[in-house]
């Protein structure tokens, strides 16, 4: 049996924050909170960060979530394709947009229930609770984590999509519809998923929530992506991307406050 | 020190916590008994601000974890049923991750320490999901305790320990257990409780029946009301 006493090294670890005027001994490390002063910020950052980086590490391992997702678009893109005569460069215009997000706010869906079901299978959410890291960062960390694996999604389908539907989407403002749509869609996700994690029709209770609320997100993006591939300019297009970041503002912010009382028991 | 007061907490109609005082002493291990559902989980998640009572106080260390919860959770280590570790992260790797969430900047030392002290070292760099529960169990104690907390909370720490991890556990909670520092721990076996506790409550129907030092427990006594006999540990 190993003898060293179990905190003998506790005082050298330090804190990321400075021991604070909360009456921490030294030693015992200070919570990253969300105050905005400079180091408190740079370690709240850390945190989230760490948040996401870890769920990355996790998909990099079992594939879940991307896979869910992007397997999903692609399989809705090639029965649209059947569906519709895409060779009618205007019927692939008018329907395509919507084919696009609609299959990725449904294949969100999927991701978004698979993201936090692996949380809760091992009570590692719980364990994640019982560190002093503030619930809105645990959110903003959650949120970032399926933001990436959004955005990984998306631009696996984007190719894709041009090929088969014969658009063409990749000019720079594809970029912003795109940057615009999946911060809706991972902070208003994440909130709901966290929402309907816990209750028993989980696969049906999420989409019931979540799609209402992102309906003028998806509206949005899909009227800014028809501009786009009607090769119209910015301007015209820019009143549906001044909707989708008012929305995101809105959102991410309410999002973030009522996580805090979801993770309530 | 913990301090609770009238504690009152319902799951729908069902009461489960019904006016319970509880305290512990700065320094002293208090050991929970009770029969499956007398509501132990439950006074423990209260604690360490997972699930928040209906009525009545509780103090950690004089900090209320319903009004002051990231405080209270800075000074309080907390081994569950589960081991609340990532399956598909190795050992060194989710202890990484917990004590970076817990504001640890070098963890290093610190994380192979705790891993020689729960004798987990040789399985640093596995995957937590091929560990035992038992070795997950020992991982999870060596979580709890990265942050060096001043209170430990353990929920029946000692279920899917073999004699050695027993014996571990045992050694962990005599030296964790010094001035300023208190351990609360539920468990089934009273022949453990009676070796690491000061004190023994019992909690019944969602109210401590009975609360008093160990040498003034009556064994035998004790022992006609749970089921596991002392010497079965």
Known sequence: ?265 | MIEVKKLVKSYGPTGVLRGLNLSARAGECVVLLGPNGAAKTTLLRILATLTKPDSGSVSIHGVDPAKQGELVRQSVGVVMHSPMLYGDLTVAENLGFFARMFGLMTPESRIAELLERVEMDHRRDVRVRLLSHGQQKRVSLARALLHSPRTLLLDEPESGLDQRARSVLEAIIGEFRSPGRSVLMTTHHLDLGLQVADSVAVLERGRVTLHEPVSAVDVVRLQARFSEPVGAV
Request: cysteine-free; overall charge negative.
């Open chain 1, 1 to 265: 049996m190993a003898e060293s006493r179990i905190d003998e090294s506790a005082a050298e670890q330090g804190s990321e924050a400075a021991p604070d005027n909360a009456g921490n001994e030294p030693g015992v490390p200070a919570s990253a909170s969300s105050s905005t002063s400079p180091s408190n910020l740079r370690a709240s950052l850390g945190v989230i960060w760490a948040i996401a980086r870890k769920d990355l590490l996790l998909e990099v391992r079992n594939r879940d979530v991307i896979v869910s997702i992007a397997g999903f678009v692609l399989l809705v893109f090639a029965i649209f394709t059947f569906a519709i005569d895409i060779n009618d460069r205007d019927s692939a215009r008018f329907v395509g947009p919507g084919v696009l997000w609609a299959g990725i706010a449904f294949a969100g869906v999927i991701g978004l229930n698979r993201a936090f079901a692996l949380e809760m299978e091992r009570d590692t959410l719980e364990g994640l609770m019982l560190t002093p890291v503030s619930r809105d960062l645990i959110f903003l960390g959650k949120a970032l984590g399926n933001l990436l694996f959004l955005a990984i999604s998306v631009a696996i389908a984007l190719p894709v999509f041009a090929v088969l539907f014969n658009l063409v989407v990749f000019r720079f403002e594809m970029l912003a519809i795109a940057a615009l749509t999946v911060i809706g869609f991972s902070s208003v996700g994440t909130m709901f998923a966290a929402m309907s994690v816990r209750v028993r029709a989980r696969e049906i209770m999420l989409p019931l929530l979540f799609l209402p609320v992102i309906a003028p997100l998806l509206l949005a993006a899909i009227e800014a992506t028809a501009d786009l591939v009607a090769g119209d300019s910015w301007s015209e297009m820019s009143q549906w991307l001044q909707l989708a970041a008012a929305f995101d503002v809105v959102f991410v912010i309410i999002s973030a406050v009522i996580f805090q009382f979801i993770l309530e028991d």
